[in-house]
């Protein structure tokens, strides 16, 4: 009897105690779900911003985009049929000599940070490409304005196509190195092993084979310039009228939406609504063309 | 056959300057680097000389004046920075363990690397001219609400628009710290029974608290930094700011609103030197930043 009565007492509490396991698994799986919850809200809380300014940018600016807008200059307060044709030429014509002179010095130091691996003045180098991204892009105005523009006693588009060029070289280094350190060590001995000269090998070997990857880094450092206003303030400066003179201050399309849109004007406000959709469509266009390039163009081995 | 050896020659030539090339090039970098600092010191030296550490507690700027206090803005940009930090910081580790842990292939991935991606795209300048037609009202009626002076821009507008726009920088590296965690560290959390919301917080997070946090001084840096969206936004006043809505100024946007019109040897010498305060603490953050994620990816 007795025996009995014990065994019932352990049963039940061992029925317990799986209810109280139980529980707990319940418990922890509750947890878990909702932190799984959290975490997806989270992140499409953080999409929501890009959707909203996309979405609004496009609403305002659909209705400032038409054939005047690309051909004609700014006009005066109360004037309609205004264009931007003077910055987007500017802009062009700032990123035209920015790539010029950022392009082959950026390709040639990822050339010689993926050769030369180890050496101490790699590492300095690449401790000063670091640097060079990291530093704020209205400090990179400010030193531009005391080698160029200050020397040259005026603004100039020179100045600001100069002061992009300084904030593309990173990355156009970075993708560079990047990509030439994926290509085989076989591709560079099987050259030379020809009786190749090295710097036939590098030129016509593995610069060629790593393009892909080099014109994906160009592409996006562009785009990423592309929108830069804060260095182009002392430098580039402004031009209410179309210039193409390297010498003098122009316009940009980043310039004429920090003007128009800090202005009290609705007719400049439409402008500058105008412009950002243009901007925005050009770094989206350019995104994309890196992406096919990325595709087409990828480097295997 | 004296053809041969001129041939030789040459091409020795050839290699030699192309070699010289490559690294003459390399010096040019670090040279470029070192003008950048110099450039900043001397350029500072008369406002360094003039005002000496009184530069940094004197809190009024009047370059009419001539009074140079660098003090309101330093506030300025600390406040944004770090409220813009915590802001975003949720989101970030929230989207970093979304890609890097849930979905790390696949479309749904794909889809939100790529807003992430573009939210990066932006120009500064695009997110302030944003933030004065949508943000602005909308926090204009947040501080009716609450009984405060409707300014809507402030310190609190810019800290939003720098929380969106640092977003992406630090979800990158998250993102690639959480997805380099050793598979077998999480299968024997797995195999222990634990379920996914305990290996994220007990395995996950821990091994990667370095990376993480390399991620949010990054994205720190990037905030101190950024000019146009914040000098659209934050009110442009010379007060130290006395709360979160109230208007202020970084020093990233003084530069921005007075550079080109400053007079005198002094006035444009402070700014400068705000412009070097900002590199050396962008520099600093940046090596930091940089060294912490080596010792993580080495490790």
Known sequence: MEMILQQNKIMNNKLFVDRQIEKQIAHRNKKNKAFKGIIIAGT???????????????KQGITAINWDFFTNLPKPVGETGGGVANALVGSILILLVSCVLAIPVGIVIGIYLSEVAKSRLAYYCRLAVDVLQGIPSIVIGIIIYEWIVRPMGGFSAFSGSVALALMMLPSIVKSTEETLKLLPESLKEASLALGVPYYKTILKIIVPTGLGGIMTGVILSIARVIGETAPLLFTAFGNPFMSTNIFKPISSLPLIIFNYATSPYNDWHQLAWGASMLLILMILILNIITKIVQRKWKVQF | MTAIPYQAKRINLKEKVFKKTLTLSAIIVVIILLAIFFTLLINSMP?????????????????????????????????????????????????????GEYYQKGIVAEIFKNVIDLLAGIPSVIYGFWGLFVLVPIVRMIEMKLNLPPYGVGIFTSSIILAIMILPFSVSLSRQVISMVPAHLKEAAYSLGATRFEVITKIIIPYTKSGLFAGLLLALGR????????????????????????PGNTMASVIANEFSEATGKIYTSALIEMGLFLFVVATIINILGKQVIKRFTLS
């Open chain 2, 47 to 99: 406002s360094i000389k003039a005002l000496g550490t009184k530069f940094f507690y004197d809190k009024t700027w009047d370059p009419v004046a001539d009074e140079y206090g660098a003090l309101p803005f330093l506030v300025g940009t600390l406040l944004t920075s770090f409220l813009a930090l915590v802001i975003s910081t949720p989101f970030s580790i929230a989207v970093a363990i979304f890609l």
């Open chain 1, 44 to 58: 499409i809380i953080s999409t929501l911003p890009l959707l909203l300014i996309l979405f609004y940018i496009f």
């Open chain 2, 223 to 246: 905030a101190l930094g950024e000019t146009m969206a914040v000098t659209m936004l934050i009110g442009n006043t010379h007060q130290i700011p006395t709360g979160i809505f109230s």
